[in-house]
């Protein structure tokens, strides 16, 4: 696989729309030659910073989607609604969704399969809480999540699906984990995947990639682990200066 590393950046409910489309206007022109770059922001503001990045090297996901294409689902959005605005990402079964929302993991599973029927490429994160982490029950939990949002789902030859390991309880507090760790997390979760999937499946359609306190001094310990393809990036992402310097030093 491509060793080419991705950063999102997962923008939250953290900008109003003024504020998007000046961030996608920043980040328009950022060179990001060796790097590939996806910026997710609310709903309310997808559709203008997907019309400011059109002819960047910039792409956009959505940072949740529902499980049906159409129907009587008040306050939902829909993959293929997404995937008509110009979306090609969407992050899915973030810890946040999980905490406050109730998703499960078979919500998550659901959403999968509507994704990549759809077009989009889902960004499906798993994590564990601290409790679970005191517990001794981490990889436990990690591979129940991948396997139960996982297993059975289609995957098309050219269709790929990214898996975001965030500890959740490092998420916001400014501190990563140790890269060593996260390598070795990153390992249990291909397993899993290999678990469910063929090898050449594994190899050639899924990606794992680290997410939780991020910033440019960070990103290259975690970009540069054999078995990690990129970062999901949360409050650096929020401006110009910083994301630009997770780029570059990507």
Same mark, same amino acid.
């Given at each position: ?35 590939? /770059?996806? /910026? ?100 436990? /939990? ?109």
């Amino acid at each position: 696989m491509d060793k080419k590393p991705i950063i999102i950046g997962n923008w939250k409910m953290k900008l109003g729309i003024a504020e998007s489309l000046e961030l996608a206007k920043q980040l328009k022109h950022i060179p990001a030659k060796n790097v590939d /770059v996806v /910026v997710c922001p609310s709903f309310v503001s997808l559709s203008g910073v997907i019309d400011t990045l059109r002819h960047s090297s910039i792409s956009v996901g959505a940072q949740d989607c529902f499980w049906e294409s159409e129907g009587a689902f008040t306050g939902e959005t829909s993959a293929a609604y997404l995937r008509e605005i110009g979306a090609s990402y969407v992050i899915l079964g973030h810890s946040e969704r999980r905490k406050y929302l109730g998703e499960t993991d078979e919500m998550v599973h659901k959403k999968i399969k509507m994704a990549l029927t759809a077009g989009l490429t889902p960004i499906v994160c798993v994590g564990e809480t601290f409790e679970q982490r005191q517990e001794g029950s981490k990889d436990y /939990v990690l591979i129940q999540q991948t396997v139960k949002a996982l297993e059975g789902v289609p995957l098309g030859a050219d269709q790929r699906v990214f898996i975001a390991y965030e500890p959740v309880w490092v998420i916001g507090s400014g501190q990563a984990i140790d890269p060593a760790e996260a390598a070795a997390t990153h390992q249990v979760i291909r397993q899993s995947l290999f678990d469910i999937f063929p090898s050449s499946v594994v190899k050639s359609s899924f990606s794992i990639i680290y997410g939780g306190s991020v910033d440019a001094n960070t990103v290259n310990d975690f970009t540069s682990l054999e078995n990690t393809d990129g970062v999901l990036v949360g409050g650096a992402s929020l401006t110009a200066d910083s994301f630009r310097d997770i780029i570059q030093k990507a």
